[in-house]
């Protein structure tokens, strides 16, 4: 067992065991192991039943008012998700220009998709719709103010839209703006490399509520008279210098893990710093720290969560705003509410996960001896 | 073998490489003082002598790879100074070679000698993998192209890692320790292609503990003693009559076996 643990792979042996084998050689073993094995068993019973009959068994799955969750037993009340739906995805954007928000989602998906799936053509005209138009295209469409699109301000924006806002600004910004904080760190030249050290200990130092405090709260107070960026700005700004000094650590590891002989041997050839660092260095650094990136835009899709304190609604404080609905109120509508929120957090994170596990698994070709 | 091809290969009288006065500190460390070296286009330069004597640090400093605190270093009429243009121009004509090959392990074998030609030439892609596949048949592996360095062995490694600096266009290849980090069996396959190299005339520096290599192709042997260069002659006379003591005993003890 420890053995196969570490290296990973499950023993083949074990597939031509009998159940009954098998249990006795895994599960009890000894003397303490059958204890254990008793335990977790009794863990599971206690815990697997309930939240089973919760979200399947004794969920309420059709209706349209509280009335149909209030039986006694009743599980996991699906007509107050549906019943606010729109809320959860569009915030309180008016109902009428929601079309821009579902137009901006499917454009998103439509430059995202092709760019995560390898050896497509036109990588680079792709980037550039992703990185550089879809974003101004974005703006133009969810803020407005222009002919035919009536301004929306982002204090009506919410939900998953605001969630995956500040999550894919914060994501897009923090890849490049780690990669020059990365490389300025090791860079030779002092002032850059002082730089660099003061801002990812800066950023790293402080607590993201405080970022989003300061972001929201002080700032305005420094800033001259009529200067005042949207909040959702101040928050964006916030999050994306705050997860770029997190980026830089992770790629500074990568970059660490590349003997200096393959910078040498670019820049013998001819190959400039930035030519020598894109072509050679970054690729195989990167490349190496994949788990480490994916770890870090994670936690920042999750970290999105806390911009509920300074105001702005995403999917949880949208969900938060719905259960004080005196027409929902139910027994289990928060039970639900943050089941329903966890659930799709879950799913995006966890195809995140997934597709870096695709992403290593189809790179892992090309590693080195 | 002393009289063998390299005495009859013909060396011009163009300077390609001037040292004056070369010295080089690692922090308190003084790894080069006062190196003069003048190489003539053509030459094959073998440079001997026990290790933590400087020898790879000198040819370091022909590329740049380690700047020289003092002293003039300049290539082909272009002299090296902290002008990045400069070292830029003087890279694009001087190829290297490595002990441990620094092949690029997350490129093919094709795109690690088109890399260059393509960012630093400018060269059409067409044009630099016909460039790529002529030098890889040069170096007798243009079936392996495909493939990642990953895949090939140590002395294929190392062909390769030439043919990506041939296609260059190099007018001076530095060869640092090419075969030291080969298993012996391969050791032959990557001096055949240096001493092929050496018979098309270009202009070689070669830190080496293969002696036979020396004997065989360099027109001269430099020898190196802590920082210094303290001897340096044709092969035939360097072998046979050292002059100086540390060149002796570092022959006696080299050629013991």
């Keep these: 067992m420890a053995m196969e643990s570490i290296t990973g792979r499950s023993a083949s042996r074990s597939k031509t065991l009998t159940p009954l084998v098998w249990a006795q050689r895994n599960l009890f073993s000894s003397i303490g192991n059958t204890m254990l094995t008793l335990a977790s068993a009794y863990l599971l019973w206690l815990t697997i039943p309930p939240v089973l009959d919760f979200t399947i068994f004794s969920a309420v799955w059709t209706g349209t008012t509280r009335e149909a969750c209030l039986a006694p037993g009743a599980g996991m009340c699906w007509p107050f998700i549906w019943a606010n739906i729109d809320q959860f995805i569009y915030g309180r954007y008016p109902p009428e220009e929601i079309w821009r928000v579902n137009l901006t989602f499917a454009l998103g998906i439509a430059v995202i998709v092709p760019m995560l799936i390898p050896g497509l053509p036109a990588r680079r005209l792709n980037l550039v719709l992703l990185l550089i138009v879809y974003p101004l295209v974005a703006i133009v469409l969810l803020a407005g103010d222009r002919p035919g699109l009536p301004p929306v301000p982002t204090s009506e924006w919410g939900g998953l839209l605001v969630t995956l806002v500040v999550a894919i600004t914060g994501i897009v910004a923090s890849l490049p703006l780690g990669v020059l904080l990365a490389l300025g760190r090791r860079s030779e030249m002092p002032a850059i490399r002082m730089f660099c050290i003061i801002f990812i200990e800066f950023w790293r130092g402080v607590p993201l509520i405080t970022v989003l405090f300061m972001a929201s709260v002080m700032l305005p107070l420094f800033l001259p008279e009529g200067m005042n960026p949207d909040n959702l700005l101040r928050c964006l700004v916030g999050v994306a210098l705050f997860s770029s000094a997190y980026m830089a650590e992770v790629v500074r590891g990568g970059l660490q893990a590349i003997p200096a002989g393959q910078y040498e041997a670019a820049r013998a050839l001819g190959l400039t710093y930035w030519q020598a660092m894109g072509q050679v260095v970054l690729p195989q650094a990167l490349r190496h720290v994949i788990p480490g990136i994916v770890n870090t835009f994670i936690g920042l899709f999750k970290d999105t969560t806390l911009v509920l304190i300074v105001g702005i609604f995403d999917l949880l404080g949208q969900m938060r705003a719905q259960l004080a609905d005196p027409n929902w109120t139910i027994p289990q509508g928060a039970l639900t509410g943050y089941i329903f929120a966890a659930l799709v957090f879950w799913v995006f994170c966890f195809g995140m996960s997934q597709y870096s596990n695709f992403m290593e698994r189809r790179l892992d070709t090309t590693r080195e001896r | ?257």
Excluded at chain 2, 133 to 143: A, G, Q, T, W
Excluded at chain 2, 166 to 185: G, R, Y
Excluded at chain 2, 203 to 217: S, Y
Aim: include cysteine; charge should be negative.
């Design chain 2, 1 to 257: 073998m002393s009289d063998g091809n390299g005495k009859r290969l013909k060396v011009s009288d163009k300077v390609m490489i001037e040292m004056k006065g070369v010295n080089k500190w690692f922090g308190d460390f003084h790894v080069l003082k006062d190196v003069d070296l003048t190489v003539h286009e053509g030459e094959r330069i073998v440079i001997a002598g026990p290790s933590g004597s400087g020898k790879s640090t000198l040819i370091r400093c022909i590329n740049h790879l380690e700047p020289h605190d003092e002293g003039s270093i300049v290539i082909d009429g272009i002299e090296l100074t902290e002008d990045l243009k400069r070292i830029d121009e003087v890279r694009r004509e001087v190829g290297m070679v490595f002990q441990q090959f620094n092949l690029f392990p997350h490129m093919t074998v094709l795109e690690n000698c088109t890399l260059a030609p393509l960012w630093v030439r400018k060269m059409p892609e067409k044009q630099a993998r016909e460039l790529a596949m002529k030098f890889l048949e040069r170096v007798r592996i243009p079936e392996q192209a495909s493939k990642y360095p990953g895949q090939l062995s140590g002395g294929q490694q190392q062909r390769v890692a030439i043919a990506r600096a041939l296609c260059m266009n190099p007018k001076v290849m530095l060869f640092d320790e090419p075969t030291s980090a080969l298993d012996p069996e391969m050791i032959k396959e990557v001096l055949d292609v240096m001493v092929e190299l050496a018979q098309e005339g270009m202009t070689m520096l070669c830190v080496t503990h293969e002696m036979g290599f020396a004997r065989e192709v360099a027109n001269r042997v430099v020898f190196m003693d802590d920082g210094r260069i303290v001897e340096q002659a044709p092969p035939e006379e360097f072998f046979s009559a050292p002059k100086n003591a540390r060149t002796k005993e570092f022959l006696a003890q080299i050629l013991a076996h």
